[in-house]
Structures are given as structure tokens and as C-alpha cells.
T-cell receptor, first 117, second 113 residues
Framework: NAGVMQNPRHLVRRRGQEARLRCSPMKGHSHVYWYRQLPEEGLKFMVYLQKENIIDESGMPKERFSAEFPKEGPSILRIQQVVRGDSAAYFC???????????????FGPGTRLLVL | DQQVKQNSPSLSVQEGRISILNCDYTNSMFDYFLWYKKYPAEGPTFLISISSIKDKNEDGRFTVFLNKSAKHLSLHIVPSQPGDSAVYFCAASGGGTASKLTFGTGTRLQVTL
């Protein structure tokens, strides 16, 4: 039973390039979340998606960042025109469909470490 | 605005003793709390959770206590083992869009021999 998969594990980009981070949720999970961890800080929520829908993007920077979770394939976090301040670890988490008032647990992938030169 | 706080950045405990990690929160709408363990260069690993309708949840060596009136929770690890050495994050959800997690800044636990 594979866990949450993320690729690439490491990504180096020059300023102004685009970064694409991919996340495949655990089998049976239909909810995907993206978090960012800056050095020496905790994880900060970015966006919550279900298949073909963005549910909550309150943590996403207003510009250059976008996310999608298509009907088929992995979820993609896209960062356009990267800047040095985008250097961070980006974690994806997934959870199963919610049932009633039950609180689902989020399970995390290994992360993608983005370095912007 | 740090809604979840872990005020101890590090903790050192001897093997076999109890480790107690603390977490405070300010948002009274939080109703679900989780602890994750994280090794360097890996993603957070879920340890244990507690709903606000409970005040204690136990799973093997790990116990989480919740004091809603004080807005405080703690993770107890008994007995501590060297493999427990990692960064521990407290997280909370609830209020508004209930599914996103708000994390503390983490406590680095070192279990010494």
C-alpha cells in the first residue's frame, strides 16, 4: 500500500524559471493538501483540493502560484517565475473522503525540496 | 499570528524516561489535534490525534492529553527510545474550512543513551 508520492524529491531552478511539483495521493484518498516549510519554521498550509476542485486556497500567495488536481493524474503545484524566497520544502498530504462529522487524518509525502539559484 | 505554539524548541531526555512535549493554541474553534514526528529530509509521520470531545488518547507508548480550558495539549512518550529522536509538530484543525492543519514550529527531541 504505497503512501503519498511526491516528485521530484529535489528541484533546482534559476530565478524566473517555472517549478512544477507533483503529488500522487494514497490509494482511496480524494483530498489533497499542499504545505510549505521554510527553513527553521513549521509547515504552513497553502491549498486544499479535491478532484477537479479547489476547496480552500487561503494560504496560496496571490501571484505566481497555482494548483490543480485533475480527474486523472497527480496533483500539480506550479510556481511561475520563481524567486529565491520560494526556496523551501513543499509537502503534499492526502486524506480519505470525509464521512459525517469524522475528522480525517492527513498523511504526508516525503516532500520536494526546491532550491532557487 | 501564531495560533499554535510550541514554546520549547528543543528537549533532551534520557533513554527509558518520559518525554513530555507541550503545545498551546489560541483559536477556540480548533476541535481536532494531531501530533506528527519528522526526521530530516522526510515528510511528517502521523503519530496520534485527539478530538476535542476527549481529554486523553493513548496508543502504545504515546499518550496525548487535551486541556480545553487552558487551550493546552501535551504528548507523553513512555519509555523514550533513541529512535524517538526527531522533530515533533503539534497541529490543529477546525474553524472556517475545517480541513486545513495549522502547525506549531516544532520541538526537537533528543533521546540520549
Amino acid at each position: 500500500n504505497a503512501g503519498v508520492m511526491q516528485n521530484p524529491r529535489h528541484l533546482v531552478r534559476r530565478r524566473g524559471q517555472e517549478a512544477r511539483l507533483r503529488c500522487s495521493p494514497m490509494k482511496g484518498h480524494s483530498h489533497v493538501y499542499w504545505y510549505r516549510q521554510l527553513p527553521e519554521e513549521g509547515l504552513k498550509f497553502m491549498v486544499y483540493l479535491q478532484k477537479e476542485n479547489i476547496i480552500d486556497e487561503s494560504g496560496m500567495p496571490k501571484e505566481r502560484f497555482s494548483a490543480e488536481f485533475p480527474k486523472e493524474g497527480p496533483s500539480i503545484l506550479r510556481i511561475q517565475q520563481v524567486v529565491r524566497g520560494d526556496s523551501a520544502a513543499y509537502f503534499c498530504a492526502s486524506s480519505p473522503p470525509r464521512t459525517g462529522g469524522y475528522k480525517e487524518t492527513q498523511y504526508f509525502g516525503p516532500g520536494t525540496r526546491l532550491l532557487v539559484l | 499570528d501564531q495560533q499554535v505554539k510550541q514554546n520549547s524548541p528543543s528537549l533532551s531526555v534520557q533513554e527509558g524516561r518520559i518525554s513530555i512535549l507541550n503545545c498551546d493554541y489560541t483559536n477556540s474553534m480548533f476541535d481536532y489535534f494531531l501530533w506528527y514526528k519528522k526526521y530530516p529530509a522526510e515528510g511528517p509521520t502521523f503519530l496520534i490525534s485527539i478530538s476535542s470531545i476527549k481529554d486523553k488518547n493513548e496508543d502504545g507508548r504515546f499518550t496525548v492529553f487535551l486541556n480545553k480550558s487552558a487551550k493546552h495539549l501535551s504528548l507523553h512518550i513512555v519509555p523514550s527510545q533513541p529512535g524517538d529522536s526527531a522533530v515533533y509538530f503539534c497541529a490543529a484543525s477546525g474553524g472556517g474550512t475545517a480541513s486545513k492543519l495549522t502547525f506549531g514550529t516544532g520541538t526537537r527531541l533528543q533521546v540520549t543513551l
